[in-house]
């Protein structure tokens, strides 16, 4: 069973990294509460799984890469449903005039999971912010290029 709940989670990391946004609305469940208030001191919010995935698609294919790593997994479930702890490191690459080209956000996630049809959904995300290093700047860059594009 830990298997299945650690693989849940990796799969959703590695479809973001991937762009594989049809496979990652698949990840959550229909609505699911995502709180990255510490990092962005935004009110947690439930949200449709089609608008967290439109959200990503339209901000991190900004970047010419993405990379996320998670690991130390603490999971404790009853077999419907599910917690899942797990650090996480964010990298994000985007070449650019100051030559300071990467962007790093380090933290910890909290999920919930159920288990849905025999397949674990995540019903909720927080993320635990700890640092951030780099060009911290690269986001506004993401935005302002998505801009230019228009």
């Given at each position: 069973m830990d298997n299945a709940l650690e693989s849940t989670i990796t799969k959703l990391?590695?479809?973001?990294?991937?762009?594989n946004w049809d496979e990652l609305k698949g990840v959550f469940a229909e609505k699911v509460l995502l709180d990255y208030s510490s990092f962005t001191g935004v009110a947690a919010a439930e949200?449709?799984?089609?608008?967290?995935?439109?959200?990503?698609?339209?901000?991190l294919p900004g970047f010419e890469s993405t990379h996320h790593q998670i690991g130390n997994f603490l999971i404790d479930s009853d077999g419907k449903t599910a917690k899942v702890f797990c650090?996480?490191?964010?990298?994000?690459y985007l070449s650019n005039d100051s030559g300071n080209n990467v962007w790093i956000v380090v933290g910890s996630y909290d999920?919930?999971?159920?288990?849905?049809?025999?397949d674990w959904r995540v019903q909720a995300m927080k993320f635990n912010f700890k640092y951030q290093d780099g060009n911290t700047?690269?986001?506004?860059?993401?935005?302002e290029n998505a801009k230019k594009e228009k």
């Open positions: 990391f590695v479809y973001t990294d991937q762009q949200l449709a799984a089609e608008d967290i995935v439109a959200a990503w698609s339209g901000f650090y996480g490191t964010a990298s994000h999920f919930e999971l159920t288990k849905t049809e025999g700047g690269l986001p506004q860059l993401v935005q």
